[in-house]
């Protein structure tokens, strides 16, 4: 080996081991050591599982049991659990119901010809089938929801994959001295969890768990990845709209209080963890599955409703050229249909991606004559109360003598 590499090799080295904060961690790393890290999931993470349809929550079950033996939880994490699940699932029922009636609401209005007369009856038609399927996903998922509430199928199923697989807890003499430095490290915003100050109760949540994972690591020796769907500033560093890793305080924390700088700690969300255990094992989930979990974490939607697009063989629509008519409610129309595209899931939507740029392309023009003749009718309104006004001011005498006249 050349001087110049050797030379290399060596102060490289040394940066790793002053500096291992610093040191990005790639694919390859976490997939070499995938058999013998730490998969510590957060309660965030947890909870996410029971919202989404009940065929994805399955699978990711059969990932986490698959690899059960490297999975832990914090004790704070399993208690921060307990105390949101039963919220997290009848927000759901209450996210159905919203989106149901928002839903019927639009078809509702595009139904009625009096005031959408230029609607096809082959939109009909399809709107009619879109309607039948739409309701079935909302009472699928609705019916899943409420059983899960009553019977706790899956909560019964993490309890079993979790069972010994919780860190001991601190105790209270303990939990008083980290609350203790919490204040501190919120007051001169280091992480974790100094943007929970403003929160009434477990405002130290965070750092509880921290430093339950902190003490993992250096009695076990393990490299540890963080499972969570944890995006704020005092977690993760972003860069470009993209979680790079975490925070540099952390990182600089964790390798200082270990002491061995090729013990590594890495943070995923949800969809990578899959993503990473699919490239290990494509026989442990489906691509499809790590899709669906992928569009969930990126952008939280409706995620349960199904697509039928080959199902309901969706017709090119011949929607002509509305630009000269201006039907009433055209603005809260084209309001609600966009409104009910952010509620739904993209994934669902993409099977009538043709229809909605139909339908966009159609209120656009719509949308434009309505604006342009409002404000032509306010132009006008404005020209004749100045003209009358004018002619007041240069004959105030003409309407008094014009009631005499009548007279």
């Given at each position: 080996?050349?001087?110049?590499?050797?030379?290399?090799?060596?102060?490289?080295?040394?940066?790793?081991?002053?500096?291992?904060?610093y040191?990005?961690?790639?694919?390859?790393?976490?997939?070499?050591?995938?058999?013998?890290?730490?998969?510590?999931?957060?309660?965030?993470?947890?909870?996410?599982?029971?919202?989404?349809?009940?065929?994805?929550?399955?699978?990711?079950?059969?990932?986490?049991?698959?690899?059960?033996?490297?999975?832990?939880?914090?004790?704070?994490?399993?208690?921060?659990?307990?105390?949101?699940?039963?919220?997290?699932?009848?927000?759901?029922?209450?996210?159905?119901?919203?989106?149901?009636?928002d839903?019927?609401?639009?078809?509702?209005?595009?139904?009625a010809?009096?005031?959408?007369?230029?609607?096809?009856?082959?939109?009909?038609?399809?709107?009619?089938?879109?309607?039948?399927?739409?309701?079935?996903?909302?009472?699928?998922?609705?019916?899943y929801?409420?059983?899960?509430?009553?019977?706790g199928?899956?909560?019964?199923?993490?309890?079993?994959?979790?069972?010994?697989?919780?860190?001991?807890?601190?105790?209270?003499?303990e939990?008083?001295e980290?609350?203790?430095?919490?204040?501190?490290?919120?007051?001169?915003k280091?992480?974790?969890?100094?943007?929970?100050?403003?929160?009434?109760?477990?405002?130290?949540?965070?750092?509880?768990?921290?430093?339950?994972?902190?003490?993992?690591?250096?009695?076990?020796?393990?490299?540890?990845?963080?499972?969570?769907?944890?995006?704020?500033?005092?977690?993760?560093?972003?860069?470009q709209?993209?979680?790079?890793?975490?925070?540099?305080?952390?990182?600089?924390?964790?390798?200082?209080?270990?002491?061995?700088?090729?013990?590594?700690?890495?943070?995923?969300?949800?969809?990578?963890?899959?993503?990473?255990?699919?490239?290990?094992?494509?026989?442990?989930?489906?691509?499809?599955?790590?899709?669906?979990?992928?569009?969930?974490?990126?952008?939280?939607?409706?995620q349960?409703?199904?697509?039928?697009?080959?199902?309901?063989?969706?017709?090119?629509?011949?929607?002509?050229?509305?630009?000269?008519?201006?039907?009433?409610?055209?603005?809260?129309?084209?309001?609600?249909?966009?409104?009910?595209?952010?509620?739904?899931?993209?994934?669902?939507?993409?099977?009538?991606?043709?229809?909605?740029?139909?339908?966009?392309?159609?209120?656009?023009?719509?949308?434009?004559?309505?604006?342009?003749?409002?404000?032509?009718?306010?132009?006008?309104?404005?020209?004749?109360?100045?003209?009358?006004?004018?002619?007041?001011?240069?004959?105030?005498?003409?309407?008094?003598?014009?009631?005499?006249?009548?007279?």
């Amino acid at each position: 080996m050349p001087p110049s590499m050797i030379l290399w090799t060596k102060t490289n080295n040394i940066m790793k081991s002053k500096f291992p904060a610093y040191h990005r961690i790639h694919r390859d790393d976490l997939l070499e050591r995938f058999d013998d890290c730490i998969f510590m999931f957060d309660a965030c993470a947890l909870l996410d599982i029971y919202r989404m349809k009940k065929e994805v929550t399955d699978d990711v079950f059969k990932v986490m049991e698959h690899l059960k033996e490297q999975i832990r939880i914090p004790y704070h994490v399993a208690e921060e659990y307990f105390d949101n699940i039963h919220e997290v699932l009848n927000t759901q029922i209450s996210n159905i119901k919203s989106s149901r009636t928002d839903f019927n609401k639009f078809v509702q209005t595009l139904e009625a010809k009096r005031s959408q007369p230029y609607i096809s009856k082959k939109t009909t038609d399809l709107l009619a089938k879109l309607k039948v399927q739409v309701e079935k996903d909302f009472k699928l998922q609705e019916d899943y929801v409420k059983d899960q509430l009553i019977h706790g199928e899956y909560q019964n199923r993490m309890n079993n994959l979790l069972e010994g697989k919780v860190l001991e807890p601190f105790s209270k003499e303990e939990i008083a001295e980290i609350e203790k430095e919490g204040e501190q490290r919120r007051e001169n915003k280091v992480p974790p969890g100094y943007k929970d100050a403003n929160k009434s109760s477990n405002r130290c949540g965070d750092l509880i768990n921290w430093k339950e994972i902190l003490r993992f690591a250096k009695e076990s020796g393990k490299s540890i990845v963080i499972v969570s769907s944890e995006q704020k500033e005092d977690w993760v560093l972003r860069e470009q709209g993209c979680i790079i890793c975490l925070r540099y305080e952390l990182l600089a924390e964790f390798y200082e209080t270990i002491g061995n700088h090729d013990q590594l700690i890495h943070f995923l969300s949800l969809d990578l963890f899959l993503e990473l255990a699919r490239e290990k094992d494509a026989q442990v989930v489906s691509e499809a599955t790590v899709n669906e979990v992928k569009n969930y974490v990126a952008q939280p939607v409706v995620q349960y409703l199904s697509y039928p697009y080959e199902t309901l063989k969706i017709p090119v629509l011949d929607i002509p050229d509305f630009s000269q008519l201006v039907p009433s409610g055209l603005e809260e129309q084209v309001e609600s249909w966009h409104k009910l595209q952010e509620r739904l899931d993209p994934n669902f939507l993409q099977g009538y991606r043709e229809l909605m740029d139909k339908m966009d392309r159609a209120a656009r023009p719509l949308w434009d004559v309505s604006q342009k003749v409002a404000k032509e009718e306010s132009t006008k309104l404005r020209e004749d109360k100045a003209t009358r006004s004018k002619d007041v001011d240069d004959n105030p005498t003409k309407e008094k003598g014009s009631d005499t006249d009548n007279n």
